[in-house]
């Protein structure tokens, strides 16, 4: 569901390997496997921290091979027992399944009895990031349905070692709206196209989009794509918002899609300041406010051919 999030398009390629209608590409990626071994490490050293707090733990197994129902009956059977930390706790929810890395035990009456759980996962990121919210609403939903109660809190351990708490309350119509929406793309799938995105240097199918981007001369292989701008901030625009954005965050998303594209254009046709005018080069002509001015510096083409670096100023 994460990978929907990031991008509408990776659900359809995944879907077509699922159907065996395309090979799953290989990707020796290096650091995508830095990060997992970092992350284990991550969990672990917490996972420690509580064995020195002398907390009682139990530790779930998926086993050899791979049992989710199994795991999943001894995760309730430890919450029934009260331990105090359930290390990989896993549940199964008709199709889907999860495993939260660790739930944490709290006092409330629930169905259990005085106590209940709260689902805790440690990221190597410095801030709260949707789709450890997206994990967390799908572990508390799952929890609520062993406790009866559904958690009042979740928690995610930072890379920087902050440990927060996001309110359920807070992220789960969000959540719901996105689980819908991810499982009617899988029932009844639509038509998706590649745009570029934050995840694609992460995504194993970068090459495929690649290809085709190369091949139809697509826009997305310029950074001053427009409708890659647009959808990706009408992809977050969705989200829900897990923290006052910097200043800096709030100035360069305060333009939104269309002035860009006036500025965009403005810069390309200050590229041609000294040649034909922008109709002959096949960029519409659009006016100039006196604002967007400052973008015509009548620059040598040497600096012209970085457009996007003003984009990231
Ligand atoms: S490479 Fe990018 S556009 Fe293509 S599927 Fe992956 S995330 Fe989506």
Redesign the pocket.
């Known amino acids: 569901m994460n990978d929907y999030v990031?991008?509408p398009?990776?659900t359809t390629?995944a879907l077509e390997v699922l159907r065996r209608e395309r090979a799953r590409p290989h990707v020796a990626d290096e650091q995508n496997e830095l990060l997992r071994r970092k992350a284990e490490a991550h969990e672990r050293a917490r996972l420690e921290r509580f064995r020195t707090e002398g907390r009682t733990i139990v530790q779930i197994g998926l086993g050899e091979p791979w049992d989710f129902d199994a795991a999943a009956d001894r995760t309730v059977e430890a919450m029934r027992a009260g331990a105090e930390v359930i290390s990989q706790a896993t549940f199964v929810d008709g199709w889907w399944r999860g495993r939260a890395d660790f739930l944490l035990k709290v006092e409330r009456a629930t169905r259990l009895g005085s106590w209940g759980y709260e689902p805790l996962d440690a990221k190597l990121a410095r801030a709260e990031k949707p789709p450890y919210v997206l994990q967390l609403c799908f572990y508390s939903d799952c929890v609520a349905a062993i406790q009866g109660l559904t958690p009042e809190h979740m928690h995610v351990l930072l890379g920087i070692g902050e440990q927060r708490a996001l309110r359920y309350d807070d992220f789960g119509a969000y959540y719901r709206r996105v689980k819908a929406g991810f499982e009617t793309a899988i029932a009844s799938p639509s038509v998706t196209e590649?745009?570029?995105?934050e995840?694609?240097g992460l995504?194993e199918?970068?090459g495929?989009?690649g290809e085709r981007w190369e091949a139809e001369d697509h826009l997305g292989k310029s950074r001053t794509c427009d409708a890659t701008t647009s959808r990706s901030c009408a992809t977050r625009a969705c989200r829900p918002s897990l923290h006052s954005p910097s200043p800096r965050r709030v100035r360069r998303w305060s333009a939104c899609p269309l002035t860009r594209s006036r500025r965009s254009a403005t810069r390309r046709r200050c590229s041609f300041h000294a040649g034909p005018p922008a109709t002959q080069t096949g960029i519409p002509s659009i006016p100039i406010r006196a604002a967007d001015s400052s973008y015509c510096r009548g620059r040598r083409p040497a600096t012209r051919i970085r457009p996007w670096a003003a984009h990231r100023r």
Not at 194 to 197: L, M
Request: net charge neutral.
């Open positions: 990031e991008c398009h990776l390629l590649p745009y570029p995105v995840h694609c995504c199918f970068r495929v989009c």
